[in-house]
Nanobody, 124 residues
């Protein structure tokens, strides 16, 4: 079965950096779009970034553009989220997800499998 396992979360001061990783198994990783979403307490899950199969296309939420970078290593079945210049409002549980359909989407409902999430806390 498909499994997604996130890692790399933690506590960081505002202005700091973290790199999240998501290791995938149970699927031909290079065939699918991967995305990152986040959910803060009391808020809806929101789109952060997505990357196409070959990494030729990357989409970002406006709130993270210029600060976050999504990348992937298809040989390692892993997608990454490099987060720089972190702000307290970036505090959330971050989830990776895989979209089995065609197209790079920012809609959570289009993603078919989800990881368990990793907590990112940014202190002011």
């Amino acid at each position: 079965q498909v499994q997604l396992v996130e890692s790399g979360g933690g506590l960081v001061q505002a202005g700091g950096s973290l790199r999240l990783s998501c290791a995938a198994s149970g699927l031909t990783f290079g065939n699918y779009v991967m995305g990152w979403f986040r959910q803060a307490p009391g808020k809806e899950r929101e789109f952060v970034a997505a990357i196409s199969r070959s990494a030729s296309r990357r989409n970002y939420a406006d709130s993270v553009k210029g600060r976050f970078t999504i990348s992937r290593d298809n040989a390692k079945n892993t997608v990454y989220l490099q987060m720089n210049s972190l702000k307290p409002e970036d505090t959330a549980v971050y989830y990776c997800a895989v979209d089995l359909s065609i197209g790079v989407s920012d809609a959570a409902y289009k993603y078919d499998y989800w990881g368990q999430g990793t907590q990112v806390t940014v202190s002011s």
